[in-house]
T-cell receptor, first 115, second 112 residues
């Protein structure tokens, strides 16, 4: 299995530009998670989906952030407009289901730098 | 408030020495606890997890962790550290709804 696939691996953009991060979960996994990792705030859960439906988006920082999961094999996290404080590593993870005992499998992350 | 605390930001041990990374949690019910490891530039990989039963849990790469309810702790241990264990380690828990909370991480440096 290829694992969770994220693209791009690195993104450098200027403030005000739109940024789209992409994630392909492991085949057969029904749950997908988006995390942001920074030195200041650590690893934060932004949003997660189950069966393509957003379950909890309370971690999304503000309206500039949006996430979609149009089908079971693809999700996007969009930032529009981007700001320097959005610079972070964004991880996508997937699991078979949503529940306390489920193991999340993480992708390699997208390192975003907003100038 | 529900939270995970990893008191040690950075730990340095010599190769071959034993290791213990501390983790304390605050949660209103029995937590489902886990430890992940993150190598530089990589995503997180699950080391082990605890739901119930035997409080000593064995994981991959020779790691183990012990759940102590009275101390609200879930410390990670390894009897003999290898240079390849240098990484950042995250403790955390899942709620019944599947929402994960992570600690701030402990960075492990291994001296030759």
């Amino acid at each position: 299995d290829a694992g969770v696939i994220q693209s791009p691996r690195h993104e450098v953009t200027e403030m005000g530009q739109e940024v789209t991060l992409r994630c392909k979960p492991i085949s057969g996994h029904n749950s997908l998670f988006w995390y942001r990792q920074t030195m200041m705030r650590g690893l934060e859960l932004l949003i997660y989906f189950n069966n393509n439906v957003p379950i909890d988006d309370s971690g999304m920082p503000e309206d500039r952030f949006s996430a979609k999961m149009p089908n079971a094999s693809f999700s996007t996290l969009k930032i529009q407009p981007s700001e320097p404080r959005d610079s972070a590593v964004y991880f996508c993870a997937s699991s078979v289901g949503v529940g306390a005992g489920e193991t999340q499998y993480f992708g390699p992350g997208t390192r975003l730098l907003v100038l | 408030a529900q939270s995970v605390t990893q008191p040690d930001i950075h730990i340095t041990v010599s190769e071959g020495a034993s290791l213990e990374l501390r983790c304390n949690y605050s949660y209103g019910a029995t937590p489902y606890l886990f430890w992940y490891v993150q190598s530089p530039g990589q995503g997180l990989q699950l080391l082990l997890k605890y739901f119930s039963g035997d409080t000593l849990v064995q994981g991959i790469k020779g790691f183990e962790a012990e759940f102590k309810r009275s101390q609200s702790s879930f410390n990670l241990r390894k009897p003999s550290v290898h240079w390849s264990d240098a990484a950042e380690y995250f403790c955390g828990y899942n709620t019944n709804a599947g929402k994960s909370t992570f600690g701030d991480g402990t960075t492990l440096t291994v001296k030759p």
